[in-house]
Each structure stands twice: as structure tokens, then as C-alpha cells.
């Protein structure tokens, strides 16, 4: 990695952090630039535009999701245990990465759902490969012989997305102690329903 | 409802469909003011502050959604049936409301959740209320010996929570066509597994 891709990666850390706590919206070049303590016009020529900015950022939080939610789970035998890793590595996501103010993916959920352009396209398809990993995942558990046939992988990412997002909303917002153990119950009765009988 | 009541109530409505937008924190008493066509001094007059904007805004905003969500649902029998009619309100919240970015409580939640102070208390306040009042329900759906006594209603509240939120994911950002039939399913599936065997 040359100094370029080191500086470039440094930049895209703390525009990150940054974007969780203000959102993408308030993540502005000029306010980065304070952040730094680099030149507005040098960010500039980095990003090209704001929107660029937070391409690159949504861009940058996948990158380390990949490596630190879905990839160490690729080490668990698939099906079952593969699923499980992947659900407690999820649950720590928030807290693994650069962004004190809960996940970028989230937050950025709600702020460009109604907002046409690069930054939406890019979540969109983010969150569509996750989906679609998710379900990937579901459907070995079922040639493995964990899940019954009837399972739908689709339906599965689904409300597995659901328990990950109400875990989010009840441990950063509601401060719910409880929150972890309500998500590995609504998790076990995920797996409970698509378990094979034995 | 004298006059002044009724002007703040239409102050409100369209701040909160510009926070529906632009997140509360876009939400400035200088950006209202401009939207309305009314003096800035004057509508600091009617709210102090930003964030005395902000806590009536959401507070109106539950209102609405006491309103339209949880009170039609009272008019349907105690137990499963009155589950039912609250999942169908809900799931049609986000249209009903003069909300064109999606659900304000959603929005807030992320924008929120790592910022003290009065907006976010208020927040905490009505989420935790309509927790409880589904909980509630569910523990009239036990009374009624619709579910079997073993249902945790705090945990069906939760696992609820997380279907609404999914669903409101899928369908605003994800422009899924098949979110309400996902949700529908996810939903089916939580009453199948609450539900007194006969």
C-alpha cells in the first residue's frame, strides 16, 4: 500500500466516524478539512464532490464489514455454525469500527431512502449483496441438512435483517440491557423454525 | 380548538414533514420559517428553541400515530385479532402521515441515539410507551387464551419491532416490491409460534 492509499484510507477513517455521528448529510468536505486539518481545495481533489465523499466513505465502512463480519465467519463450518458466527459478529459490528455514533449503514438507510443519486445507488447494492450473501448462507444450511427444505433463504436474510435492526435501535437508543439477550431469543427462534427434524 | 391551536398545529404538521425529510437536525427554525412564510421572531415565539421544535414536532407525530395505529386497533376484539389490525396500521403509518421521507420515528431513532438532551428523551419516552402497549396486547392475546402462557410479551414486542423496522427498510430504501409479503410472513410466523396449540 503506497502513501497515497495509506493517507486516502486515514481520510476515509475519520470521514467515517464522522458520518456516524452527523450523518452523511452533515459530512461535509469543508468540515472534514477542519477535522484534519488539511486544505479544503486538497480534499477536493481527492473526493471531487461531496457526493464523492460519501460514496467513498459508504464504500470504505463495507470494505472493513467484509472483513470483519462476513469473512472470519467463513472460517465456521457452513450451515448452522456459519449463520451463528455471522449473527454475533453483526451484533458487533457497531462496536468494532470507527463509528461512535452506531452504524453508518443504518443511519445512512434512512437519510437516502428518499435521496436519488450516487450515494442511495451505492447503499442500495450494498445492502442487496448482504441480502444476498445472507441467503447464500441459508441455503447451504439447508443442503447441509440443518434447515428443512421449505425454508426460504430470502425470507430468512429478511427477518434476520430485522433482528439486527431492532437490536441496533434498543441498545443505541433505549440503552435496553436486555437488548442482547431479546436478540439471540428472536435469533434461536429464527434457527428453531428452520431446523430439519431430526 | 381556538386559532392559535390551530395555526401551531399546522406549524407542526409541516415541520414534521420537513424533518421526514431533512432529519430533525435539518429541521432549523430558520428553514420553517422560510416554508411558511412567517418571521423567524415569530416562530421562536411559539418554540424557544430548536430543540423545543423538535420535542413538540415529535410529540404531534406520536399524536398522529396514536391516532391512526393504536386507537382504530381498539375497536378490534382483545388478543390476536387486535395484534392484526395494530401489524395493518402500522405497516401503513408511513403513507398515512404527512411524512414524504419515511417514518420520523425511524429517522430519529439513528439521528437521535447519541445525542443527549430533551429531543432524545421524549423519543426514548414514546418508543418505550408503544413497547409497553404492545406488550400489553400481547398479554391480553395470553388472557384470552389466543397464545399459550409461555409467550414472553416483552420479547413479542421487540421481535414486532424488528419486522416493522425491516419491513420500513425494505420498502423505502430498498424499493422492495415483495417487503409486504416478507413482512406479512415474518409476522404469520411470530403469531404461529405464540399461538395455544388446540
Redesign the interface.
Known amino acids: 500500500m503506497g502513501k497515497g492509499e495509506q493517507t486516502r484510507g486515514a481520510i476515509l477513517e475519520r470521514a467515517w466516524a464522522l458520518a456516524s455521528?452527523l450523518?452523511l448529510?452533515?459530512l461535509t468536505i469543508g468540515r472534514l478539512a477542519e477535522e484534519l486539518d488539511l486544505s479544503k481545495s486538497g480534499l477536493f481533489a481527492h473526493f471531487q464532490s461531496k457526493e464523492g465523499l460519501q460514496v467513498q466513505t459508504l464504500e470504505r465502512a463495507a470494505e472493513h464489514f467484509a472483513e470483519s463480519v462476513a469473512k472470519p465467519a467463513l472460517a465456521a463450518p457452513r450451515g448452522e455454525p456459519r449463520l451463528r458466527a455471522i449473527f454475533e459478529n453483526w451484533l458487533r459490528w457497531a462496536q468494532m469500527a470507527p463509528q461512535?455514533?452506531?452504524c453508518i449503514f443504518?443511519?445512512a438507510?434512512?437519510?437516502?431512502?428518499?435521496r436519488p443519486g450516487a450515494a442511495?445507488d451505492v447503499?442500495?447494492k450494498l445492502?442487496?449483496e448482504w441480502l444476498a450473501f445472507l441467503a447464500g448462507c441459508v441455503r447451504l444450511a439447508v443442503q447441509e441438512g440443518h434447515f428443512h427444505r421449505g425454508v426460504?433463504p430470502?425470507?430468512f436474510a429478511?427477518?434476520l435483517?430485522?433482528?439486527a435492526?431492532?437490536?441496533h435501535?434498543?441498545t443505541?437508543?433505549?440503552r435496553d440491557r436486555?437488548a442482547g439477550v431479546?436478540a439471540h431469543?428472536?435469533f434461536d427462534?429464527l434457527l428453531a423454525?428452520a431446523r430439519a427434524r431430526a
Open positions: 455521528q450523518g448529510e452533515g461512535p455514533g452506531g443504518v443511519a438507510a434512512t437519510e437516502l431512502d428518499d442511495r447503499l442500495v445492502q442487496k426460504d430470502e425470507q429478511f427477518d435483517y430485522g433482528v435492526l431492532v437490536w435501535f434498543s443505541r437508543l433505549l436486555k431479546r431469543r428472536a427462534a423454525a
